[in-house]
């Protein structure tokens, strides 16, 4: 007997367009096309369960995704008006302490070359 479903079909319809029929043989071929039946939706089910897998799968690495480029923002992402303001305000700093540095040293050193 063939595992063909449509084959399975066309000899249960023969056997039914038969001059003669035999019970047996008919019984036998539809015990076939229904285990057959069966099968076939036991893979389909199973297609169905994987299918639902690989989408679940997808969305939730999607969404992985997404929070880890948001992560990723809010780790290496500069909001740059506070940036520069803050370089302003550090190189400001830092002049004035050159400038202090420089106005301590100089009359310092100018002291200790007499």
Same mark, same amino acid.
């Given at each position: 007997m063939s595992?063909? =479903?449509i084959v399975m #079909?066309?000899? +249960? #319809?023969?056997s039914l367009e038969a001059e003669t029929f035999d019970a047996d043989q008919f019984r036998? =071929? %539809?015990n076939k096309f229904d285990t057959l039946g069966t099968n076939l939706t036991n893979q389909i089910? /199973? +297609?169905?369960v994987r299918s639902e897998f690989l989408t679940?799968?997808?969305?939730?690495? /999607?969404n992985a995704e997404i929070s880890i480029q948001e992560q %990723? *923002? *809010? !780790? /290496?992402? !500069?909001d740059m008006a506070e940036a520069i303001t803050n370089y302003s305000w550090d190189q400001y700093a830092y002049n004035a302490a050159l400038k202090v540095g420089t106005s301590i040293l100089s009359s310092s050193f100018i002291d200790f070359m007499r």
């Open positions: 595992n063909n =479903l #079909a066309g000899k +249960l #319809a023969d036998n =071929l %539809m089910t /199973e +297609l169905g679940t799968t997808k969305d939730r690495l /999607e %990723m *923002s *809010s !780790v /290496e992402g !500069v």
